[in-house]
């Protein structure tokens, strides 16, 4: 795998190559960052949620959206699933500092 970008995550700066083949969840974990994540990264849970501060990702997948429109208002602008996303260049995003509610309870 060839790096298209960098990752800079929100709030703390933390910055890696973006690789296109990957989750911004598996890019998390490859740098042992503490991610949310509940369900296994499949899309049934919401807790993995990150903001797309700028940059190109990849558009929704179908089980993901299907997840948005299960939870309308669970979702805030800009938000997708960080087990689905995959970086296209450089993208910033932000992790919320509040624990992010398992949409399953
Ligand atoms: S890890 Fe559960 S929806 Fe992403």
């Known amino acids: 795998m060839k790096p298209t970008g960098t990752l800079t995550w929100l709030p703390d700066g933390q910055q890696q190559p ?24 499949h899309s049934e849970c919401g807790t993995c ?14 089980d993901e959206r299907l997840l948005m429109e299960d939870f309308p208002g669970s979702f805030r602008p800009g ?5 689905q996303v995959r970086p296209v260049g450089d993208v910033v995003v932000e992790v919320s ?6 949409l399953r309870d």
Do not use: K
């Open 79 to 83: 938000e997708r699933l960080a087990c």
């Open 49 to 62: 949620r990150v903001r797309i501060v700028s940059g190109a990702v990849s558009p929704v997948f179908p």
């Open 18 to 41: 973006a690789y296109t083949e990957l989750t911004m969840l598996s890019h998390a974990m490859n740098v042992d960052r503490d991610h949310p994540q509940a369900c296994g990264g």
């Open 97 to 102: 500092i509040d624990e992010i509610q398992d």
